[in-house]
T-cell receptor, first 112, second 114 residues
């Protein structure tokens, strides 16, 4: 089955700096890659997603890039703010389109 | 629009006791998922429903876990008997169509088995 690895497991940045989280996946047929933000005591919330026919997608301070050849995708957050502090999960949807496999998560801490 | 609703939010039980979790998905969402999230890890799928049919339950420990989605709307996940290793957050999610695209998660039920 699909295997998704996420790095780093923790990331600490100063407010205003950029943060980058990277994920790799194993199933070359995976075609949908969402990113979720999970705050303490809450469920994961979708923040951005990308499909395999697109190399990059941006939404204000958040961007995601996808390299299908290398089977990796990344989340970029610019001008980080303290409220960006949370755990971020990447995921990949399998070829059959019926299952999301999640990475292990990255705890992002933005220091004011 | 209301999001995915789960109850209870927290549950503490002793091992060997039964426990049940309830989920009401977003109105109109045909697909419902139950995930288990262990501390410091990503969610892992337990079971997926398309309307009232369980179409993927390969990861559900069937000796002690059961689930139902009568009438294809809300769903219940049950553990009987609970074990210490079942302590985790149980997340429910829903999506408007088939497959894993754009899943919306509820707040989860945090279970502690003593």
């Amino acid at each position: 089955g699909e295997n998704v690895e996420q790095h780093p497991s923790t990331l600490s940045v100063q407010e205003g700096d950029s943060a980058v989280i990277k994920c790799t996946y194993s199933d070359s047929a995976s075609n949908y890659f969402p990113w979720y933000k999970q705050e303490l005591g809450k469920g994961p919330q979708l923040i951005i997603d990308i499909r395999s026919n697109v190399g990059e997608k941006k939404d204000q301070r958040i961007a995601v890039t996808l390299n299908k050849t290398a089977k990796h995708f990344s989340l970029h957050i610019t001008e980080t703010q303290p409220e960006d502090s949370a755990v971020y999960f990447c995921a990949a949807r399998n070829n059959a389109g019926n299952m999301l496999t999640f990475g292990g998560g990255t705890r992002l801490m933005v220091k004011p | 629009e209301a999001g995915v609703v789960q109850s209870p939010r927290y549950k503490i039980i002793e091992k060997k006791q039964p426990v049940a979790f309830w989920c009401n998905p977003i109105s109109g969402h045909n697909t419902l998922y139950w995930y288990r999230q262990n501390l410091g890890q990503g969610p892992e799928l337990l079971i997926r429903y398309e309307n009232e049919e369980a179409v993927d339950d390969s990861q559900l420990p069937k000796d002690r876990f059961s689930a139902e989605r009568l009438k294809g709307v809300d769903s219940t996940l049950k553990i009987q008997p609970a074990e210490l290793g079942d302590s985790a957050v149980y997340l429910c999610a829903s999506s408007p169509g088939r497959g894993g695209e754009t899943q919306y998660f509820g707040p989860g039920t945090r279970l502690l088995v003593l």
